[in-house]
């Protein structure tokens, strides 16, 4: 997981880099637009149950349940950071041999989220729209109908409040990882849930052995 959020981050910054073979810098116009919205991640968290938290504790992924940022503090401050990222090394320069290495084990330390060895696995366009079309009936929304993490919260909230208990723990659990991957992990430009947000969480299983 914390390989994929490093590739992530080094395929947006390569992507408006010059093929040059000394060091890269890329030079932004404007401070870099995405979604990253911790704020949804965290209201999300806090309609989670004990033993929902304990086991993605168990899976690892503990460390996500303790964010306590609420925002971007500063989008010139992350112009400046990708301003003297050098997509080749990950390194962000800040200065003569000064500098912070962007590395799995970096993302690890501070997310605290597993670095395994297995890839993510790749889903093909049909098997991933497959997937949003199935959520999207489960949650009772048009197929026509964007989705949204609120929708998650709204759903799960509910059940809460009104102790239904219509959404058990796996279903819960998922709905986590589906708003961590788009709200937080691998935030995009794009405001709705994504096919690959829905692909990566259909079997949660593997997710502890994920790089």
Do not use: W
């Amino acid at each position: 997981m914390a390989s994929c959020a490093q590739e992530c981050t080094n395929a947006n910054v390569a992507a408006n880099a010059t093929a040059k073979t000394t060091k890269i810098l890329v030079k932004y116009a404007h401070a870099p637009i995405v979604r990253c919205a911790p704020s949804t991640f965290n209201k999300f968290v806090d309609n989670l149950t004990l033993n929902q938290r304990i086991k993605i504790i168990e899976m690892g992924f503990g460390g996500l349940l303790g964010i306590s940022a609420e925002r971007i503090g500063s989008r010139e401050l992350l112009k400046f950071l990708f301003d003297r990222l050098d997509p080749n090394s990950m390194v962000i320069e800040l200065g003569k041999n000064r500098g912070i290495h962007v590395t799995p084990f970096a993302v690890k330390q501070v997310l605290s989220i597993p670095d395994s060895d297995e890839d993510l696995p790749l889903q093909t366009n049909n098997h991933a729209s497959k997937a949003l079309s199935k959520l999207k009936i489960m949650l009772g929304l048009e197929e026509s109908q964007d989705l949204h993490a609120s929708d998650h919260q709204k759903i799960l909230k509910d059940d809460l409040e009104l102790c239904s208990n219509l959404i058990d723990d796996e279903t819960a659990i998922r709905f986590f990882f589906i708003i961590a991957s788009n709200k937080l992990l691998f935030p995009s430009t794009d405001n709705n849930i994504r096919c690959k947000d829905i692909c990566l969480t259909r079997d949660l299983s593997p997710l502890s052995d994920m790089n």
